[in-house]
């Protein structure tokens, strides 16, 4: 049972919609994380992720961003400012899935205590494996912030040698 989970979600194939995988990949090459954190590529699974929250009690989540801000800013919300119904605004590209899992999970009485979401502002959807420059130079900041937040919880990475 992961009592944290850093979920990565996002569609590689199109572009930026991929920073939030991009950033938990460069997490699990670079840092060894201690028992009961699970760092997961969630990609596009929707509510095929809610058994992974419903084991949570704190839930960071990464994604891409539609906030109107200039592309590669970062973005942070915290427990009742991250969207969870459907009536709220949309933030992320795909956020319907991410609205979906954490509403679903609220109706069964598993949504973590704690949930933080980090994302970066896209510049473009386009297909294609790349991330835009603006949003490629913010994967090590947001691989930070996501550090930072586990260490706000008390809980410490440890780079991996080489």
Known sequence: ??????LGLGNILLGDEGVGVRVVERLLEQY???EGVRVMDGGTLGLDLLPYVEEASRLLVIDAVQAGKPPGTLVRMEGSEVPVF???SK???HQEGLQDLLAVAVL???LPEEVVFWG??????GVGLELSEPV????????GKVLEEL?????EATRKAG
């Open 1 to 6: 049972m992961a009592e944290t989970l850093v």
């Open 32 to 34: 060894e994380f201690p």
């Open 86 to 88: 459907l009536d709220a």
């Open 91 to 93: 933030v992320s590209p």
């Open 108 to 110: 069964k009485g598993y």
């Open 120 to 125: 970066a502002q896209i510049e473009s959807l």
């Open 136 to 143: 490629a130079a913010q994967v090590d900041g947001l691989s």
């Open 151 to 155: 260490a706000r919880w008390g809980i």
